[in-house]
């Protein structure tokens, strides 16, 4: 009876223990796969992860006339829009925007790059690109080349456009993205600035998807 009692007396006791242990190894785990599923996720606006998407090659041609592909995207972080250069509204006003953010960056000694595509190969050649980036920024780079060429970066990204030609008249309209593309220096697509474009708001987003990923290196 006296040996009975005094196993139940430590029994109690210990198994109060093992609980104890059990539940602090569970807020443990729970803990640690809350803080890394916030590190996967970090809630940054237009960042894309824990997946960015790596881009295979492509080839297409700048403003003045020399082959762009993936050696041009590495080792410089790339903001790129996606127009054309009669677009009446959103692409003067987005480039125009992006001058100004380019402007603030550049003072502030950050690698990155300003890089207007053109969805409408037939009428924006290398000449009226390079016209087209220069008015806004010296360093802006314009990209443009045959439809094949278009599209090797465009379907990679999953750009989506449509060329409004009526009658075959000229001065027809393009449908296309509003978004800005950022791309790491590793040529990863990596985040999206959605419409409507303000400087201070897209140099936030930048500097907040820049620390991170630079974090992650």
């Not at 006296?2 to 198994?15: E, G, H, N, R, Y």
């Not at 595509?117 to 990209?143: A, C, K, M, Q, W």
Request: aromatic share 12%; with cysteine.
């Amino acid at each position: 009876m006296i040996k009975t009692l005094s196993s139940s007396k430590f029994l109690i006791p210990a198994m109060a223990i093992l609980a104890m242990l059990a539940t602090s190894a569970g807020f443990y785990i729970s803990l640690k796969k809350s803080q890394q599923s916030t590190q996967a996720n970090p809630g940054i606006e237009g960042l894309f992860w824990p997946n960015p998407k790596q881009m295979n090659a492509f080839s297409m041609l700048d403003q003045n006339g020399e082959s762009f592909g993936l050696t041009q995207l590495r080792g410089k972080w790339s903001f790129i829009f996606f127009g054309y250069t009669q677009c009446p509204d959103v692409c003067p006003i987005t480039m125009a925007v992006m001058a100004d953010v380019y402007k603030q960056l550049a003072l502030e000694d950050n690698n990155v790059q300003v890089i207007f595509t053109s969805v409408d190969p037939d009428r924006d050649t290398t000449e009226i690109l390079f016209s087209y980036v220069s008015y806004f920024n010296e360093h802006f780079i314009g990209l443009g080349g045959s439809t094949d060429m278009v599209d090797s970066l465009t379907k990679q990204i999953g750009i989506a456009y449509y060329l409004n030609k009526e009658d075959n008249a000229d001065n027809y309209l393009v449908d296309h993205s509003a978004s800005i593309f950022l791309f790491d220096p590793k040529a990863r697509m990596v985040g999206k600035l959605s419409p409507p474009h303000q400087k201070d708001i897209i140099i936030n987003q930048f500097k907040s998807i820049q620390q991170f990923i630079d974090a992650q290196q």
